[in-house]
């Protein structure tokens, strides 16, 4: 019997998902007694050390825990489920975990270190394990800020290491516990096959335990590729991913049907066999109605997140709405529908601007009030990625207006040198007096996790992406960013992250099209010396 200890923090579909994928049957811990009945037990942590203890201790569960692990029973932990097992965290000073491993979770901290450490890292083996049997050298999916400290005192614990500015435990093992900071079910095939160990209760299968690497050698963190997929209703009424030119997705002639490049769970699916690092669904026309009318989407990433077994995220609509009865909904809420459906993070766009605006016009002030923060504040600020869609400002000089400007090499319409980057709303229709860097900077203030930076101005244009524009934002914030908009080659890639030493990079339109693969892209970067994830 496997057990899944689920105490309602978060989401865990996406586990779920993996393993009902890989054949088994999950058992739900629903009382503090059906802790010391299962025969092996799954405890992904979710949210902040300290709420994943209070709620611990709240169902009455740390002490039937404890004798769990204390008997040496089959037992993986994931993500903040690693953390707990610790004496306590620097995110939650004065909270004590369970206590089971000695030492302390630290923040990340480093010059030019993007915290989050969100995305593909791989594991350097203390010792053998059968857990990892012939995957010491992949990739797996992290998302965390905070880490566990190798030290002398649990050294009899330490089963992987990774480097992401200084050594941290990314998996320990004594007898038949276990546990690993990554997300082995958004890890690919890497993370099923660890998950599969687990469940098979593989710990005999002696003739695939790996060998541990070089100490010496430090694990890489790669460049994520992202396929991305925005999907609205046609005029049939079908879901489709379209795909437009500087954000018109209809056809330039006939009756401009809107574009129609596919099916949406279709493409996930086939850009996660194809080996994208992430998979991202933009309902591109939400701001118009209520996103939780709209079932088919919901419909649409509850079957994606079956077949997908790398991040998710899902934009659009994401905002409070009063529907036609009156009722309100949150954002918080539309946020927990796209979660529940099988979301790993949620883009916001528009709804981010006007947060962005109230909270300039408050003077800088947090109030706890934005969806950023409330989203944050439940999910963790991994979760919540701000999507901008900003478009070129020419002027002529850097005092003609108080926005943060670029000097271009691709001067304007009357030879301007100058431009700022305006932020838009609801798809580029409504220009606002924002610009990136105040947004990029006052998001990441409020919380979020990530920018996804669209451009308008090289959306599917093919050009290559804006250098100036992504160069601009990723130097202005600490968080990972994300480079979209204007891929047509491999060499875009490439360039985009040499230049900019963005975390990621996103394209659409020359994926859908098969004009060029998501592994033309990987091998192009491993040639040139760029750490991806194979
Ligand atoms: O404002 O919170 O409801 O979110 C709406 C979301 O929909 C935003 O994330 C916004 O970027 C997106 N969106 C709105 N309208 C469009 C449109 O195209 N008409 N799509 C749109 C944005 C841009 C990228 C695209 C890249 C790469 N699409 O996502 O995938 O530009 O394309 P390329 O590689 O082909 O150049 P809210």
Redo the contacts with the bound molecule.
């Keep these: 019997m496997i057990s899944l200890l689920d105490y309602g923090a978060g989401n865990v579909r996406s586990l779920r998902n993996a393993i009902h994928a890989l054949g088994f049957e999950l058992t739900e811990i629903e009382r503090p007694e059906d802790i010391l009945k299962a025969e092996r037990l799954i405890f992904p942590g979710v949210g902040a050390f300290g709420a994943a203890m209070e709620r611990l201790h709240r169902l009455g569960y740390v002490e039937p825990l404890k004798e769990y692990l204390a008997a040496d029973r089959p037992f993986l932990a994931i993500c903040v489920g690693l953390q707990t097992l610790f004496e306590g965290s620097e995110e939650s000073p004065g909270v004590p975990g369970l206590g089971v491993i000695p030492g302390q979770i630290r923040r990340f901290a480093g010059q030019g270190l993007s915290v989050p450490h969100m995305g593909w890292n791989s594991v350097r083996l203390e010792r053998p394990s059968s857990l990892f049997a012939q995957y010491a050298d992949e990739k797996f999916y992290f998302v965390h800020s905070y880490h566990a400290v190798p030290s002398a005192e649990n050294a009899d614990w330490q089963l992987a290491i990774t480097d992401y500015g200084q050594p941290f435990l990314s998996a320990v093992q004594r007898g038949a516990v276990a546990a690993v900071q990554f997300h082995p079910e958004k890890s690919g095939a890497a993370g099923l096959a660890l998950l599969r160990h687990f469940l098979a209760a593989d710990e005999a299968a002696g003739s695939s335990i790996a060998v541990p690497r070089a100490a010496d050698e430090q694990t890489r963190f790669a460049k994520r590729i992202v396929a991305?997929l925005?999907v609205r209703a046609n005029d049939q009424g079908d879901l489709v991913v379209t795909?437009?030119d500087q954000?018109?997705?209809r056809e330039k002639s006939g009756d401009r049907d809107v574009r129609n490049l596919g099916k949406p769970v279709e493409l996930a699916a086939r850009y996660f066999d194809e080996g994208a690092d992430e998979v991202t669904f933009?309902?591109?026309t939400?701001?118009r109605d209520f996103p939780l009318a709209d079932q088919p989407m919901l419909e649409v990433l509850k079957l994606a997140s079956e077949r997908v077994f790398v991040p998710l995220t899902i934009?659009?609509?994401?905002?409070a709405f009063t529907d036609a009865d009156g009722r309100h909904y949150s954002a918080l809420d539309v946020a927990h529908a796209y979660f529940r459906s099988g979301a790993d993070k949620v883009?916001?766009?528009?709804?981010a601007v006007a947060a962005v605006e109230d909270y300039l016009a408050r003077g800088g002030v947090k109030d706890g009030s934005t969806a950023i923060e409330q989203i944050a504040a439940v999910y963790g600020n991994q979760a919540v990625v701000i999507?901008i869609?900003p478009r070129r400002v020419y002027v002529d000089s850097p005092e003609a207006t108080r926005h943060a400007v670029v000097e271009t090499a691709t001067p304007g319409p009357n030879g301007e040198r100058y431009c700022w980057f305006q932020c838009t709303?609801?798809?580029?229709r409504e220009g606002r007096d924002v610009d990136v860097v105040e947004l990029a900077r006052a998001c990441e203030a409020l919380g979020a996790g990530e920018i996804?930076l669209?451009?308008i101005d090289?959306?599917?244009?093919?050009a290559g992406f804006d250098l100036e524009l992504i160069g601009q934002v990723r130097a202005a914030v600490g968080i990972p960013v994300i480079a979209?908009?204007?891929?047509g080659c491999v060499e875009h890639f490439a360039e985009v992250f040499a230049a900019t030493g963005v975390e990621a990079a996103?394209?659409?339109?020359?994926f859908h099209r098969r004009e060029v693969p998501i592994q033309a892209v990987k091998s192009y970067l491993r040639d040139q010396g760029i750490e991806i994830r194979s």
Excluded at 458 to 462: E, F
Excluded at 484 to 487: E, I, L, Y
């Design positions: 991305c925005d795909k437009g954000y018109d997705v933009l309902n591109i939400a701001f934009g659009g609509g994401i905002r883009s916001i766009g528009s709804d999507s869609d709303v609801k798809g580029g996804l669209n451009s090289r959306d599917g244009t093919g979209s908009s204007g891929a996103l394209a659409a339109g020359i």
